[in-house]
């Protein structure tokens, strides 16, 4: 089960980073219906991409060395990065990015907590 769940998390980091480079290559993808890419834009998600890109090759490492010690703290930050994901997409009214982002930080955060609990990965 625990390889299970160390795969679960990975394939959420992988995401997580693929749609940040996706955003940046089709920056209008990450905006909604009828909005048009703005410098402001272009500039949002070259800060989005300084925060996913490096967080997403921390915890894939992470995650493949098994470091214990690390393990909870990173699955703890890329879950409240998503949940912040999520409230930005809420505010721009894109909602399958909101959803998306609540589910995977909803796998990061509950691995966090069951590995908390004694579980191991």
């Given amino acids: ?3 299970v769940i160390a795969v679960l ?3 959420v980091v992988v995401v997580s980073g693929v749609s940040c480079l996706v955003g940046l ?4 993808l990450a905006l909604p219906a009828g909005e048009s890419v703005t410098p ?8 989005y991409a300084a925060r996913a890109i490096p967080l997403s090759v921390v915890a894939l490492a992470v995650l493949a060395t098994g470091n214990r010690a690390a393990i909870i703290p990173i699955l703890v930050v890329a879950g409240l990065a998503q949940i912040g994901d999520a409230a930005l997409g809420a505010r721009l009214h894109n909602y399958p990015m909101a959803a998306t982002c609540v589910g995977l930080g909803a796998v990061h955060l509950g691995t966090a907590i069951w590995l908390t609990n004694g579980a191991r990965i």
Avoid at 25 to 28: A, F, T
């Fill in 1 to 3: 089960m625990s390889i």
């Fill in 9 to 11: 998390n990975a394939l």
């Fill in 25 to 28: 290559l089709r920056p209008h």
């Fill in 40 to 47: 402001g834009v272009t500039l949002f998600l070259g800060g």
